[in-house]
Nanobody
Framework: QVQLVESGGGLVQAGGSLRLSCAAS????????MGWFRQAPGKEREFVAA????????DYADSVEGRFTISRDNAKNLLYLQMNSLKPEDTAVYSC?????????????????WGQGTQVTVSS
């Protein structure tokens, strides 16, 4: 079992930056592939980014490629999402997720544990 708690969300103007954090507790953090997903009102949950167990491999949705950076600190059991050049369409609840699978996945169904989410609002 892994418990995940996100933080760092808030209100920011378009073009601004935010850094989200996800604190993990429970079983060994480094055993899990980690991902970030987001869900806007009235829309389905969508993949944002994923990172391998060691942090050496990452994957991004086309909509955030070049603007967002996913990273992890296995010594501190922390996952991060640095978000730059934010746009109003990035407004959503952002959730981190942990997967005990062998390969990174962009499918929500591939993740076993989820945090409660943190709200990110980007004003125009």
């Amino acid at each position: 079992q892994v418990q995940l708690v996100e933080s760092g969300g808030g209100l920011v103007q378009a073009g601004g930056s935010l850094r989200l954090s996800c604190a993990a507790s429970g079983r060994t953090f480094s055993r899990y592939i980690m991902g970030w997903f987001r869900q806007a009102p009235g829309k389905e949950r969508e993949f944002v980014a994923a990172i391998s167990r060691s942090g050496s491999n990452t994957d991004y949705a086309d909509s955030v490629e070049g603007r967002f950076t996913i990273s992890r600190d296995n010594a501190k059991n922390l996952l991060y999402l640095q978000m730059n050049s934010l746009k109003p369409e990035d407004t959503a609840v952002y959730s981190c997720a942990a997967a005990g699978r062998l390969a990174m996945s962009s499918a929500a169904g591939g993740y076993d544990y989820w945090g409660q989410g943190t709200q990110v609002t980007v004003s125009s």
